[in-house]
Structures are given as C-alpha cells and as structure tokens.
C-alpha cells in the first residue's frame, strides 16, 4: 500500500524555521519524483519544491529558493523540506507528493496534477 505521511508542522513567529518531513514507502521512495506542495485558504495549490530521489537532484519555487531546502534520507524513505526564515506568506497546508521521475526532470515537479500519490497534509502557520 503507498503511504505518504507529513509531519512536522507547526506554529511559528516571522524569521523562524520549521522541518517539515515526509515518510513514504519504501517502493515510493526509491527513485520516484517527490514534492511538497502547499495551499493556503482561497488559493490553489502550489508546487514549492521537488527532488528526484534516483539523483538527488532539487527543484526550487522561486519564492522559497534560498529560504527552504529539500533533502533526503534513503535509509529511512524520508524526505524532508527544511524552512527557514519563514514569512507571514509561508502560512498553507504543506502536502507531499509522489510520482514517476518524468515529472522532475521533465519540468513538470510544479504542476500538482501531475502526481498520483499524495499525502493527508501538515498545517504550517506563520505570524508576523
């Protein structure tokens, strides 16, 4: 059965950090295209990063790159989105998300309707 689960999330103060993890299964976690995404009321859905587990390599929105960082642990089918210096904006549902390589390296990792399997959500809330 393939399980994404988040965890992690949280309340914090504008300029604070959050780690944000995702544990899968291990057949999700071995070389799949995995992203988080996040939604906030009224909004759609928004690709926020993305790493191909076969390579390692990353993907970044531009509103988070230098902020937020994606990484991997394989001995524990884990992803991970480290947050820092978070802002008011940040405030979403943060889910994570699981699909054939393709979606990466093919330029898709920030479309949401490109992934299969996803996770049931982790409520991520920043006060300025």
């Known amino acids: 059965q393939v399980q994404l689960v988040e965890s992690g999330g949280g309340s914090v103060q504008a300029g604070g950090y959050l780690r944000l993890s995702c544990a899968a299964s291990?057949?999700?976690?071995?070389?799949?295209?995995m992203a988080w995404f996040r939604q906030a009321p009224g909004k759609e859905r928004e690709g926020v990063a993305a790493?191909?587990?076969?390579?390692?390599?990353?993907y970044y929105a531009d509103s988070v790159a230098g902020r937020f960082t994606i990484s991997q642990d394989n001995a524990k089918n884990t992803m991970y989105l480290q947050m820092n210096r978070l802002k008011p904006e940040d405030t979403a549902m943060y889910y994570c998300?699981?699909?054939?390589?393709?979606?990466?390296?093919?330029?898709?990792?920030?479309?949401?309707?490109?992934?299969?399997?996803w996770g049931q959500g982790t409520q991520v809330t920043v006060s300025s």
């Open positions: 291990a057949y999700i976690h071995n070389s799949h295209c």
């Open positions: 998300a699981a699909d054939v390589p393709a979606v990466c390296y093919g330029g898709s990792w920030y479309r949401s309707y490109e992934y299969s399997y």
């Open positions: 790493i191909y587990t076969g390579s390692g390599s990353t």
